[in-house]
């Protein structure tokens, strides 16, 4: 029978929930174990997709197309391998499930109750995700207390009963304060937070306690003692210098003997040698260079996730730290020429992200004006590319209209237009126009990109062809490819229906514009090959 851990979190949010999953989960991995994570959203909405960045952070997209929450992101860079829809779903996603199969008359005429019928779906898709797995690590998410989450709450309460006691484990994340005016460490909030926890039933078998400073063990034994476990079952939390610190912060404290305890599991030896390796090289690297990142969702850097991963991932590999130059796109677009020059003086590489409407655009595009003209290493991802293209347009071709539909839907140059149809990542026609609704209507997952020989796409990932995830409505319009290619854009990549995947400038060092997000198939262990290209001749340019 499949083993069950359910993280919960408590006095208050953000206190690293995905973390301390994705880090217990790694550290079972590598002792040899099959693992798999679920992370529970408790908000209406039925998937990430249409909320803004600011509001929740990165939309996640997993290869079959599912829109998620960024913590998914953090379990596949750490276990190093994909998930899927099923590994994240929402309150909407549940209450919609039980809506459709009561409007179908599936229940037969019953009453339709949070009890049984939300549970039970509940349920039913957290075992379904534990069906081929030794062990299914479950987050919660929003903090103990809260309205939405008891649902929740209720049915993991229920799976514990049902699969047995040596099957099922509760780990608590909380928070310890430091007074400073006091000068202590003060644990009162967690016995509350625990203490709400067992008043819906359910009694924590560890607590995971985020501090800013070490835990005495008197302190230690004190919160024990008053939450009711066992002394070698409160692990702290301290900050780490990186989130791939934490794995191995748990294992000093033996954090594998009480869950294996716990879950029957034997004796758990897992071999973190590569992990270590690689932790050292993005704490202490031997070089470093600086990369411009020109974005405009700046002030919740959280909307960057898995490329600022990628970036660390890459530096790693190559013994290199990479200094990330945030540059806010709107505070380009007033400026000169002469003050570009200076913004960009000291950067070795310039990367522009992928985003949505039109704010901000104008800075993007001078950005990717300034690498054009003086050589500067260039990474444009989605958006970023189809800008790079929309500049070469309007400055080599001369089409001074040249924009994308996005921005002007009667553009009379659609070099970057909606395409209407096509096939989704399940091999679904679909169509859309301008007035679709927002969810799901996008090129989501994963697309084969067929990858023309001799181009620096081919040199990066060194094969012809590669599975890179999308997350776009728009498309570069295929009209224009002869002539740019004439004037020196190459279409160094194509989609099998002939969307073109990646363009790049033949002379220039390294400039390279790709449509799908590499950054979604970035793992630690395994970081994308065109970033970790960019990041490379970005030192190069910089020698």
Known sequence: MSKYIFVTGGVLSSLG?????????????????????????????????????????EVFVTEDGAETDLDIGNYERFLNKNLNKKNNFTTGQIYLSVIEKERRGDYLGKTVQIIPHITDEIKR?????????????????????????????????????????????????????????AGELKTKPTQHSVQELR????????????????????LK??????????????????????????????????????????????????????????????????KEVKIAFVGKYLKLKESYKSLIEALIHSGAHLDMKVNIDWVDSESLEKMSDEEIKERFSEVSGILVPGGFGERGVDGKLKAIKYARENKVPYLGICLGMQLAVIEFARNILGLKYANSQEFDPDTSEPVVYLIDEFIDASGQKQIRTHTSPLGGTMRLGGYECLIKQGTKLYEAYKKDRVIERHR?????????????EKHGMIVSGKSKEGLIEAVELKNHPWFVGVQFHPEFSN????????????????YKCKK
């Not at 819906?200 to 008197?218: D, F, S, Y």
Request: glycine share 6%.
């Open 17 to 57: 929930k995905g973390v301390t999953s994705a880090s217990i989960a790694t550290l079972l991995q590598h002792s040899g174990l099959r693992v798999s994570m679920v992370k529970i959203d408790p908000y209406i909405n039925v998937d990430p997709g249409t909320m803004s960045p600011f509001e929740h952070g």
């Open 125 to 181: 898709r957290i075992k379904d995700v534990a069906k081929d797995v030794d062990v299914v690590v479950v987050e919660l998410g929003g903090t103990v207390g809260d309205i939405e989450g008891l649902p929740f709450l209720e049915a993991v309460r229920q799976i514990k009963h049902e699969v047995g006691k040596n099957n099922a484990m509760f780990v608590h994340v909380t928070l310890i304060p430091y007074i400073k005016a």
């Open 199 to 218: 008043r819906i039933g359910i009694t924590p078998h560890m607590i995971v306690a985020r501090t800013e400073k070490p835990l005495p063990k008197a």
């Open 221 to 286: 034994e004190k919160l024990a003692d008053s939450c009711d476990i066992d002394r070698d079952s409160v692990i702290e939390a301290v900050d780490a210098p990186t989130i791939y610190q934490v794995p191995l912060n748990f294992l000093n404290q033996d954090i594998l003997k009480p869950i294996a305890r716990q879950l029957d599991l034997g004796e758990l030896y897992p071999d973190m040698s590569e992990w270590n390796f690689l932790v050292k090289k993005i704490i202490s690297p031997q």
């Open 472 to 484: 776009h409505r728009y498309e570069v319009n295929s009209k224009y490819e002869k002539e740019l």
């Open 523 to 538: 793992k630690l262990k395994n970081p994308n090959r065109v970033i970790m290209s960019f990041v490379e001749n970005a």
